[in-house]
């Protein structure tokens, strides 16, 4: 080899290595077949030298054997001029025997004339890393942040895929929590060898793991997931046992790069747990699960998360009231969530709050909402002594285990009378383990609260939560209600909700009365409470005391 060759090898390589951020770096001379490697990867996995001739096929017997046919694919593709590099996992075998997941990322490049010249990338190596699934060996939950900053950074659009199991608990009750992790361990691999040169896989919490790829169109995307959810449903095996697993699926197009890793996350999961939830399995995108204006509703999500995180900058509540349905004076009223600003102007809690949800600062958004709604709600309490705040949970409360202590640190901060308190619960908390939930609710009660079950019968929970959880009120959804005068089927919703609210010893609350012709017909029903734009529409706490007061 000569040595002006030889020469701008190390000088590239010195190059490779000042962007490798810690990764081992490489570089080939492609027409000598000569190459460097960093000193810490020839320690590691114990290869010949740093300088090495053929060192692809020195790399390859490193290779675990399942995964040296897609590495050897790529190589032979590259040293023929067909690809420009690769971007890829495998198992690589270390110095001491054993194996570790690697990510190996390379390009090609090439002289005046086009020709191939030299071949350098980097490889990390998960098993040292902080950021690695012990299960797996994949990169987890923080290295997906992580990477997904760098994606940000470098303005790469990017298609990110979650994908997770349901019911895999009966999987650990039936076989045990050993071949649970093999089944996972087994899944993790399998999505690694099937998406190979096309990006990189990641072990998130749970059962879910992401796939991120920045050469997969949507169609190629939807193509491999019908492909990998019809795989572990009829041919998937774990220990030699054939296991049917059910996937769900969501997934977002990254081009919008003014967001952080955390908005694109909560994005990423609400259309995890809408393919979960609603479409039972079929893959959901991001956009089509909110809004065909993507980009605009990312960017005031991400504007919107900012903003929880400045002191809840730009948030209000507004309230609508709750009417004694007897008498039709002001029994109590529900605060509910809105946030402003000059770009976007007033945005409803519809476009933020399911997405929000699935975020970790969602709790943080959720006490300043009780604490405000307590705070407003000590001005009526005089004039109305039996005057009830009602205020939205969310899960992403619920699941936090200081909730009641922290609930009633907000109550005595505020001095609210917890008499004076109903908090509404959906049938989304099914999600939570309902001893816990349980638990909570007794002990909130117990200090005087009130517990309210939301837009009863909307889903197909409802009544299981209802015979699980000590409610004191439940709300009938407006969607049963708009027709009630008419409808046969609405009176005898009506009729069944309040009868069976009754058989628990709750209150009915109907939301959604738009007329006084619907208020009159409803009064025939053993309804407690209602609720509508009849009343009025949720308006701001000085609006509301001004018709009140």
Same mark, same amino acid.
Request: hydrophobic share 40%.
């Given at each position: 080899?000569?040595?002006?060759?030889?020469?701008?090898?190390?000088?590239?390589?010195?190059?490779?290595?000042?962007?490798?951020?810690?990764?081992?770096?490489?570089? =080939?001379?492609?027409?000598?077949?000569?190459?460097?490697?960093?000193?810490?990867?020839?320690?590691?996995? !114990?290869?010949?030298?740093?300088?090495?001739?053929?060192?692809?096929?020195?790399?390859?017997?490193?290779?675990?054997?399942?995964?040296?046919?897609?590495?050897?694919?790529?190589?032979?593709?590259?040293?023929?001029?067909?690809?420009?590099?690769?971007?890829?996992? #495998?198992?690589?075998?270390?110095?001491?025997?054993?194996?570790?997941?690697?990510? =190996?990322?390379?390009?090609? /490049?090439?002289?005046?004339?086009?020709?191939?010249?030299?071949?350098?990338?980097?490889?990390?190596?998960?098993?040292?890393?902080?950021?690695?699934?012990?299960?797996?060996?994949?990169?987890?939950?923080?290295?997906?942040?992580?990477?997904?900053?760098?994606?940000?950074?470098?303005?790469?659009?990017?298609?990110?895929?979650?994908?997770?199991?349901?019911?895999?608990?009966?999987?650990?009750?039936?076989? &045990?929590?050993?071949?649970?992790?093999?089944?996972?361990?087994?899944? !993790?691999?399998?999505?690694?060898?099937? /998406?190979?040169?096309?990006?990189?896989?990641?072990?998130?919490?749970?059962?879910?793991?992401?796939?991120?790829?920045?050469?997969?169109?949507?169609?190629?995307?939807?193509?491999?997931? %019908?492909?990998?959810?019809?795989?572990?449903?009829?041919?998937?095996?774990?220990?030699?046992?054939?296991?049917?697993?059910?996937?769900?699926?969501?997934?977002?197009?990254?081009?919008?790069?003014? /967001?952080?890793?955390?908005?694109?996350?909560?994005?990423?999961?609400?259309?995890?747990?809408?393919?979960?939830?609603?479409?039972?399995?079929? @893959?959901?995108?991001?956009?089509? %699960?909110?809004?065909?204006?993507?980009?605009?509703?990312?960017?005031?999500?991400?504007? +919107?998360?900012?903003? +929880?995180?400045?002191?809840?900058?730009?948030?209000?509540?507004?309230?609508?009231?709750?009417?004694?349905?007897?008498?039709?004076?002001?029994?109590?009223?529900?605060?509910?969530?809105?946030?402003?600003?000059?770009?976007?102007?007033?945005?409803?809690? *519809?476009?933020?709050?399911?997405?929000?949800?699935?975020?970790?600062?969602?709790?943080?958004?959720?006490?300043? +909402?009780?604490?405000?709604?307590?705070?407003?709600?000590?001005?009526?309490?005089?004039?109305?002594?039996?005057?009830?705040?009602?205020?939205?949970?969310? #899960?992403?409360?619920?699941?936090?285990?200081?909730?009641?202590?922290?609930?009633?640190?907000?109550?005595?901060?505020?001095?609210?009378?917890?008499?004076?308190?109903?908090?509404?619960?959906?049938?989304? =908390?099914?999600?939570?383990?309902?001893?816990?939930?349980?638990?909570?609710?007794?002990?909130?009660?117990?200090? !005087?609260?009130?517990? %309210?079950?939301?837009?009863? &019968?909307? !889903?197909?929970?409802?009544?299981?939560?209802?015979?699980? @959880?000590?409610?004191?009120?439940?709300?009938?959804?407006?969607? #049963?209600?708009?027709?009630?005068?008419?409808?046969?089927?609405?009176?005898?919703?009506?009729?069944? +909700?309040?009868?069976?609210?009754? %058989?628990?010893?709750?209150?009915? =609350? *109907?939301?959604?009365?738009?007329?006084?012709?619907?208020?009159?017909?409803?009064?025939?029903?053993?309804?407690?409470?209602?609720?509508?734009?009849? #009343?009025?529409?949720?308006?701001?706490?000085?609006?509301?005391?001004?018709?009140?007061?």
């Amino acid at each position: 080899m000569d040595n002006i060759r030889r020469i701008k090898l190390d000088r590239l390589f010195e190059a490779f290595s000042i962007v490798a951020e810690g990764n081992y770096v490489y570089l =080939c001379d492609m027409k000598e077949d000569l190459s460097r490697w960093s000193k810490t990867a020839v320690d590691f996995f !114990g290869l010949p030298d740093e300088y090495m001739v053929g060192a692809g096929d020195i790399w390859e017997k490193h290779i675990h054997p399942e995964d040296r046919e897609n590495y050897a694919k790529s190589i032979e593709a590259i040293f023929a001029g067909k690809d420009d590099g690769h971007d890829m996992q #495998y198992r690589a075998e270390t110095r001491d025997g054993n194996y570790c997941v690697c990510t =190996c990322r390379g390009v090609v /490049i090439r002289d005046p004339d086009g020709n191939p010249d030299f071949f350098g990338g980097s490889i990390k190596n998960h098993g040292v890393l902080s950021y690695v699934d012990a299960v797996t060996g994949l990169r987890n939950l923080y290295g997906f942040l992580d990477d997904i900053d760098t994606l940000l950074w470098k303005k790469e659009k990017t298609l990110i895929l979650m994908m997770g199991l349901s019911n895999f608990s009966n999987i650990n009750d039936l076989y &045990g929590f050993s071949f649970g992790n093999d089944v996972l361990a087994k899944l !993790g691999d399998m999505l690694r060898k099937k /998406i190979a040169n096309l990006g990189l896989v990641y072990r998130m919490d749970g059962t879910k793991f992401v796939l991120v790829s920045r050469t997969l169109s949507v169609e190629k995307m939807r193509e491999l997931y %019908a492909e990998l959810k019809e795989t572990v449903v009829h041919d998937f095996f774990a220990n030699g046992q054939r296991v049917s697993l059910s996937l769900n699926g969501g997934a977002v197009y990254l081009d919008n790069f003014d /967001i952080t890793s955390d908005t694109l996350y909560s994005c990423l999961k609400y259309a995890y747990y809408e393919s979960k939830s609603k479409h039972i399995g079929e @893959l959901v995108l991001f956009e089509d %699960a909110l809004s065909n204006e993507n980009r605009t509703l990312v960017e005031k999500l991400n504007i +919107i998360r900012n903003s +929880i995180a400045e002191n809840c900058k730009g948030f209000f509540l507004c309230y609508q009231p709750i009417i004694n349905a007897e008498t039709d004076e002001l029994k109590g009223m529900e605060a509910l969530i809105r946030w402003k600003n000059d770009k976007y102007g007033t945005v409803p809690p *519809v476009q933020f709050i399911p997405v929000l949800e699935q975020d970790t600062i969602f709790p943080e958004l959720g006490r300043w +909402i009780l604490k405000q709604a307590m705070t407003d709600g000590k001005l009526f309490i005089e004039k109305y002594p039996n005057f009830v705040m009602n205020v939205n949970l969310s #899960y992403a409360q619920l699941e936090k285990r200081d909730f009641v202590s922290e609930l009633f640190e907000l109550l005595d901060e505020t001095q609210y009378p917890a008499k004076n308190l109903c908090l509404e619960i959906t049938e989304r =908390c099914r999600l939570l383990d309902m001893n816990v939930l349980k638990s909570m609710f007794e002990i909130c009660r117990e200090r !005087g609260i009130k517990m %309210a079950l939301d837009d009863f &019968g909307t !889903g197909f929970a409802s009544l299981g939560i209802l015979r699980e @959880l000590p409610v004191d009120i439940i709300k009938i959804d407006r969607e #049963y209600v708009k027709n009630v005068e008419k409808s046969v089927s609405d009176q005898n919703t009506v009729r069944f +909700i309040s009868e069976l609210a009754e %058989a628990f010893s709750a209150e009915v =609350c *109907v939301e959604g009365v738009e007329t006084a012709e619907m208020r009159d017909y409803l009064r025939q029903y053993r309804i407690g409470s209602l609720q509508g734009y009849y #009343y009025s529409k949720p308006i701001p706490l000085q609006e509301f005391a001004g018709k009140y007061m």
